[in-house]
């Protein structure tokens, strides 16, 4: 038997010492309840080690933690042959069902599951080859559907999305990677699309720093704004206030050449860009007297991108809410939604 490392990898793991308790109160009639308690760790922690790095030479289930150590460490030794690599039947289903193209004992095609459409742009497109394709958790939660008794045809949707994306686990064909539903090449980090900010709000001026005297709403003259989008990428824009729930409406008519080929790093000819909703923005609310406009809350769109230059044209401080909360504009929301 190799040697054991007496240190854990992190403090997610069990370290050596940690299995010499466990066995020691394991001998002495400890439960698993009473002996996470002692451990300060979940008591599914406890039960599973005593359950999987036992040793069975003897025909039972005795635990040493010097054996459960060196289990522990095998497990943990890394590069690891991947479960599709070495499953031939399993990479198949895989295939098959990521790329649509399952049949029938006699031949003829079976239709995939339905892909609902969410109404993005670009509309319908049932010629792209995610449209008839499965889906990694469609696969994953399929798999205990057709084989409910065969434990080795089992695999989860992440080890599917490493097997085509990370280099060195690459099982399944490349190419399949256009069968998913975002059909990108590369897998875009969670961290990294997380921590993307617009560049154009800094933190003073985010909703945490907006005056005590909004939230009360005793003062008019502090505005929720935000736009209504139509069909064909037409807008308005909508401007309610916190106190009266008075409401003005912006006009955003499309900009000449709408419908052309646009200008690289041009405005938006849609007529809802940065530029237009600032200037929208400035023509509606300086008809009102200057005790009438005092702030203006936005979600991040990148419509108010100019509002630094709008500060500073009408005077009106501008507060942005916090990434995906529209309640934080819930005078407005609600003004809208009726």
């Known amino acids: 038997m190799s040697t054991v490392s007496p240190a854990p990898l992190s403090g997610r793991f069990l370290s050596f010492v940690e299995r010499e308790e466990i066995a020691v109160l394991h001998a002495q009639g400890y439960g698993v309840r009473g002996t996470a308690r002692r451990?300060?760790?979940?008591?599914?922690?406890?039960?599973?080690?005593?359950?999987?790095?036992?040793?069975?030479?003897?025909?039972?289930?005795?635990?040493?933690?010097?054996?459960?150590?060196?289990?522990?460490?095998r497990r943990a030794r890394r590069p690891k042959v991947a479960k599709l690599a070495a499953n031939g039947a399993l990479r198949r289903y895989v295939q098959d069902r990521l790329s649509g193209t399952i049949t029938a004992p006699d031949g003829a095609a079976v239709a995939g599951p339905a892909v609902r459409w969410i109404g993005r742009r670009h509309g319908r497109r049932q010629d792209r080859r995610w449209a008839t394709s499965w889906s990694p958790e469609q696969i994953a939660n399929r798999l205990q559907v057709d084989f409910p008794d065969d434990g080795s045809m089992r695999i989860s949707h992440e080890a599917i999305y490493q097997a085509l994306y990370v280099q060195g686990r690459g099982a399944l064909?490349?190419?399949?990677?256009?069968?998913?539903?975002?059909?990108?090449?590369?897998?875009?980090p969670r961290a990294?699309?997380?921590?993307?900010?617009?560049?154009?709000i800094?933190?003073?001026?985010?909703?945490?720093?907006?005056?005590?005297?909004?939230?009360?709403?005793?003062v008019p003259g502090h505005w929720e704004g935000d736009l209504?989008?139509?069909l064909g990428s037409s807008a308005i824009g909508t401007l309610v206030e916190r106190t009266t729930r008075f409401t003005m409406l912006l006009h955003l008519p499309r900009m000449t050449g709408h419908g052309q080929p646009r200008i690289k790093n041009g405005p938006a000819l849609a007529g809802h860009g940065a530029e237009a909703v600032r200037d929208?923005?400035?023509?509606?609310?300086?008809?009102?007297?200057?005790?009438?406009?005092?702030?203006?809350?936005?979600?991040?769109?990148?419509?108010?991108?100019q509002h630094t230059q709008l500060r500073i044209d009408i005077g009106l401080a501008i507060y942005f809410c916090d990434p995906h909360s529209p309640w934080q504009r819930g005078t407005n929301e609600n003004t809208v939604s009726v």
């Open 280 to 305: 929208a923005i400035a023509a509606s609310i300086t008809t009102l007297p200057d005790q009438l406009r005092r702030s203006l809350t936005w979600d991040q769109g990148a419509e108010m991108a």
């Open 202 to 218: 800094s933190p003073e001026i985010m909703i945490s720093e907006r005056p005590a005297e909004v939230d009360d709403r005793a």
């Open 173 to 188: 064909r490349r190419d399949l990677a256009a069968c998913l539903r975002t059909g990108r090449a590369l897998r875009v």
């Open 39 to 73: 451990l300060g760790r979940s008591p599914s922690t406890v039960s599973r080690e005593l359950r999987r790095n036992a040793a069975t030479r003897g025909g039972g289930l005795e635990y040493r933690a010097t054996t459960a150590q060196w289990h522990a460490d």
């Open 192 to 200: 990294r699309s997380q921590g993307r900010g617009k560049q154009f």
């Open 228 to 230: 209504i989008l139509g």
